[in-house]
């Protein structure tokens, strides 16, 4: 079966770019007349371009660590010291600010904790990690001890793009060295692939491979206008079909990495959509399946404050069109906090719009804590969930109680089967109300342990020791 992969095995960038074609196809077809007709080239792009990409080297060291370990009597009885493992990560970046801001997938630096990036002109650079954007699969690095200026690269539009454009592909795939490729746009709305939040990508044939994660997307300006991500593979090798992040996304992200943040602070709906089907688009008399349907309303949110109601169809933003819901929400998603977006909706027959307001999701005290004690939960860290958690989680934002935020590696929690984004509901009867709660009970002495979880909407009971 084919499957999408990340190209982010990769060790360099990708290039793209753009140039409308109507007007070539327009002319006569015919043989070329002069030396300067035959000899068209990408050259002079590429060679602009080439200075703004990087390759990415991340890497961490992890132990080797057997859960059995924790256990005093184990240990006497073995002894064995955990071994250290150094687990590597190549990928590829743009420059994207003159002092030295860079941008790449989250998935090239997740997890790790050494960051150094190599420049065109083969000088090395140790990058800190300034923002990750899971949602996104966005990340920004800055180059450490830098006092020169950087090519950075033009942001141009993503929106712009049409169906046919020329696109080249600059990168480094398979670590074979920097490599181009050409070929088309293929689609410029790609909603239906599953690897971010939000699904709205740019398709190209021109062949990208394992290597090319975080690279560049520019047109035949040398303007930037998305982020290569991914690939659809049944070798793991370019088949013709790849996926990149608009620049027009990128752009929030940079903007929070310039103004100082950490996270990228995105308005939140309050409010679950879902498909339109045939049938649904029957009812409101649609020639087509199109638009989003809300399903609920969060109390209070902005959706519910602005008038939306559950079975309104969302048919527009700002005067944009939307298909389906992951178009909506990408572009929800690219408004600046503060002020109101318009929204067209379909109710009762009739098309009217609503005013909502742009506002983050509320966060609250999350008391975030890592378990110590011996127990199922050892090496999980514990939140209080809050709207903002949840959202963050991929959750239901109206539950409450404590949510695991992360699992080490080789602790008892992640051989256990506990991963991110469980909810502990109870543990041996003992409603988990808070992250307090859970670290008290997970510090009983117990044999026998009895825990609920939700997982994926799911009530999951199980018991361990005995």
């Known amino acids: 079966m084919p499957s999408i992969l990340r190209s982010g095995l990769g060790i360099a960038a990708a290039v793209l770019a753009t140039l409308s074609i109507g007007a070539a196809a327009a002319q006569e077809s015919r043989v070329p007349t002069s030396v300067g007709e035959i000899k068209l080239s990408y050259a002079p792009v590429v060679k602009r371009v080439t200075p ?4 990415v080297y991340a890497a961490r060291i992890v132990e080797n660590r057997h859960p059995l370990m924790d256990d005093p009597v184990f240990r006497r009885f073995f002894g064995g010291r955990p071994q250290e493992q150094v687990q590597r990560s190549l990928g590829s970046g743009v420059i994207v600010d003159p002092n030295g801001l860079v941008m790449t997938n989250n998935h090239v630096i997740e997890n790790m904790d050494q960051v150094k990036v190599s420049l065109a002109d083969k000088r090395e650079f140790e990058a800190e990690i300034v923002l990750k954007d899971a949602r996104s699969d966005l990340a920004v690095l800055r180059l450490k001890d830098v006092s020169e200026k950087f090519p950075a690269i033009a942001l141009g539009d993503s929106d712009a793009l049409a169906v046919g454009d020329l696109v080249l592909a600059i990168g480094n795939p398979f670590g074979v060295g920097q490599t181009v490729t050409h070929g088309i746009v293929s689609a410029v709305a790609r909603t239906q692939v599953g690897i971010t939040d939000y699904q709205f990508f740019i ?12 690279g560049a997307l520019v047109d035949l300006s040398g303007k930037l206008i998305g982020i290569n991500t991914a690939i659809f593979s049944r070798s793991g090798g370019s088949q013709g079909i790849g996926f990149a992040i ?3 996304m990128v752009r929030g992200v940079i903007a ?5 943040s950490s996270v990228v602070r995105r308005p939140w709906l309050g409010a679950k959509l879902q498909a339109v089907t045939a049938e649904i688009s029957e009812a409101f008399g649609l020639k087509r399946p199109a638009g989003a349907l809300v399903g609920t309303v969060v109390q209070k949110s902005p959706a519910d404050r602005a008038g939306l109601r559950t079975g309104d169809l969302i048919i527009a933003i700002d005067g944009t069109e939307v298909d389906d819901p992951n178009a909506f929400d990408y572009r929800f998603a690219m408004k600046a906090t503060g002020g109101q977006t318009q929204v067209g909706v379909l109710r009762s027959g009739r098309e009217i719009r609503v005013s909502v307001p742009l506002e983050t999701v509320p966060d ?7 378990i110590k004690a011996r127990s199922p939960f050892l090496g999980a860290k514990v939140a209080n969930l809050s709207p903002a958690l949840a959202d963050e989680l991929r959750l239901d934002i109206s539950l409450q109680g404590v949510a695991i935020i992360e699992v ?3 602790s008892t929690a992640r051989s256990l089967g506990f991963r991110k984004g469980d909810v502990v509901l109870a543990i041996n009867g003992e409603k988990i109300a808070s992250s307090s709660d859970l670290e ?3 510090g009983q002495q117990n044999r ?13 009971s199980v018991v361990f020791g005995g």
């Open 52 to 55: 703004s990409v990087v390759n």
């Open 203 to 214: 398709q190209t044939d021109a062949a990208i491979n394992p290597g090319n994660s975080g």
């Open 246 to 248: 608009p620049v027009n």
């Open 256 to 260: 929070s990495a310039q103004g100082g």
């Open 364 to 370: 609250g005290p999350r008391d975030e804590r890592v």
């Open 408 to 410: 080490q590696e080789n």
């Open 440 to 442: 008290r009970a997970a």
């Open 448 to 460: 026998l342990w009895r825990i609920t979880i939700l997982r994926e909407g799911q009530s999951i």
